[in-house]
């Protein structure tokens, strides 16, 4: 349901000034079943919106931008927490760019 939500959002937007990005999970039931929000923090807008929150949302976000005509290496700004998968998906998909750590997030 949630990805039907998203691509119907996503599907007539534009992408292409997508530069630097905001990462922040969120608890969406009571448990741990986690979504992953990614934020377009210059046009303050949430850009795409992933289950969980390990490399398989980040590699989804990645896709999510292919499908839209964007170019990743175009994303030289992530503003996240320490979380260490997020540390490691920074290093190893987006090594050009600069990471800014915050210790609580709130993008949109």
């Given at each position: 349901?949630?990805?039907?939500?998203?691509?119907?959002?996503?599907?007539?937007?534009?992408?292409?000034?997508?530069?630097a990005?905001?990462?922040?999970?969120?608890?969406?039931?009571?448990?741990?079943?986690?979504?992953t929000?990614?934020?377009?923090?210059?046009?303050?807008?949430?850009?795409?919106?992933?289950?969980?929150?390990?490399?398989?949302?980040?590699?989804?976000?990645?896709?999510?931008?292919?499908?839209?005509?964007?170019?990743?290496?175009?994303?030289?700004?992530?503003?996240?927490?320490?979380?260490?998968?997020?540390?490691?998906?920074?290093?190893?998909?987006?090594p050009?760019?600069?990471?800014?750590?915050?210790?609580?997030?709130?993008?949109?």
């Amino acid at each position: 349901m949630l990805a039907r939500y998203v691509n119907e959002t996503a599907s007539g937007e534009d992408y292409s000034g997508v530069k630097a990005v905001g990462v922040d999970e969120s608890s969406r039931k009571r448990g741990y079943q986690y979504i992953t929000t990614f934020c377009d923090l210059d046009a303050s807008r949430v850009v795409d919106v992933e289950d969980g929150r390990d490399h398989t949302a980040f590699t989804g976000f990645m896709r999510f931008l292919g499908d839209h005509g964007v170019d990743s290496s175009q994303v030289t700004e992530l503003c996240m927490d320490m979380w260490e998968p997020y540390m490691k998906w920074a290093q190893e998909t987006l090594p050009p760019a600069a990471v800014t750590l915050t210790a609580i997030a709130s993008w949109c």
